[in-house]
Nanobody, 124 residues
């Protein structure tokens, strides 16, 4: 599966931004989908994940209550809606696909397919 992330940009603190990840192929619904981010000088961090049918979601502690992940299996798309953005949310955001079980959804090592990343910059 090939992934293409989009929607990044510059936003003021407290604002909102939506990221989209478009997947190629007809097997999109077979993958757990996740978003990760990496800020300069920091390790890649888990942001959110959604199960194959969209029933289960998981969030990193730093984004709980502010970010929402969703997916549309008919359109091969996963969305990350980000609200109440903070300067510390500034990072390159990556979407990823995993063929492994839901129990590994927060682990970057479980994801075998990655998009190219989209930069989100939050000003103070």
């Amino acid at each position: 599966v090939q992934l293409q992330a989009s929607g990044g940009g510059l936003v003021q603190g407290g604002g909102s931004l939506g990221l989209s990840c478009a997947a190629s192929g007809r097997t999109f619904r077979n993958y757990v989908m996740g978003w990760f981010r990496q800020a300069p000088g920091k390790e890649r961090e888990f942001v959110a994940a959604i199960s194959r049918a969209g029933v289960n979601t998981a969030y990193g502690d730093s984004v709980k209550g502010r970010f929402t992940i969703s997916r549309d299996n008919d359109k091969n798309t996963v969305i990350l809606q980000m609200n109440s953005l903070k300067p510390e949310d500034t990072a390159v955001y990556y979407c990823a696909a995993s063929s492994r079980g839901w129990s590994t959804a927060t682990m970057a090592s479980a994801y075998g397919y990655w998009g190219q990343g989209t930069l989100v910059t939050v000003s103070s």
